[in-house]
């Protein structure tokens, strides 16, 4: 069982989330993506090529990332935790819902991925879905701390 945390399109793996897994879940990579979704797409398969059993925290466009990923290797993946996921940028929904068990935490205040786009699109996506809209803004950084992180990392 392998945790990745995917961070956002212009953070890093040592980011403000990434330093807190460093510390509190040092088990959890957190690797550097660059370039476009299909690049970062590709840097994170050829990280998962031999992996089973992963857990995906994708964070925006990480978030985005790993729900592509999950699409194209559902066999692989365990579950996903999505904060604020850019779901409403460069993304389609499968034709059937995939089986992965997916908590979408999204803030009520979040400009950039808006609920009422973001939501509709997961629900299309993820048939083992759970949504947390929380009083927060696309950040969460109000509510990224507050979660028990030891239910999603092994």
Same mark, same amino acid.
């Given at each position: 069982m392998t945790t990745f945390f995917l961070h956002g399109l212009d953070s890093s793996g040592q980011g403000t989330k990434g330093r807190y897994f460093a510390e509190h879940f040092p088990q959890v990579r957190c690797p550097d993506f660059s370039g476009t979704l299909d690049d970062r797409v590709? $840097?994170?398969?050829? &990280?998962?090529? $031999?992996?089973?059993? &992963?857990?995906?925290?994708?964070?925006?466009?990480?978030?985005?990332m790993a729900t592509v990923y999950a699409c194209a290797h559902p066999e692989q993946v365990k579950q996903l935790v999505l904060l604020a996921p850019a779901l409403n940028f460069e993304y389609t929904p499968p034709a059937r819902p995939i089986e992965v068990p997916t908590l979408l935490v999204i803030g009520d205040k979040d400009d950039v991925c808006p609920p009422d786009l973001v939501i509709p699109a997961a629900e299309k996506t993820f048939s083992l879905l759970a949504v947390e809209v929380v009083d927060d803004d696309h950040m969460l950084h109000g509510t990224f701390r507050q979660m028990d992180w030891r239910k999603y990392i092994d």
């Open positions: 590709a $840097q994170l398969s050829a &990280l998962c090529r $031999q992996e089973r059993e &992963l857990t995906f925290i994708g964070s925006s466009f990480g978030g985005l």
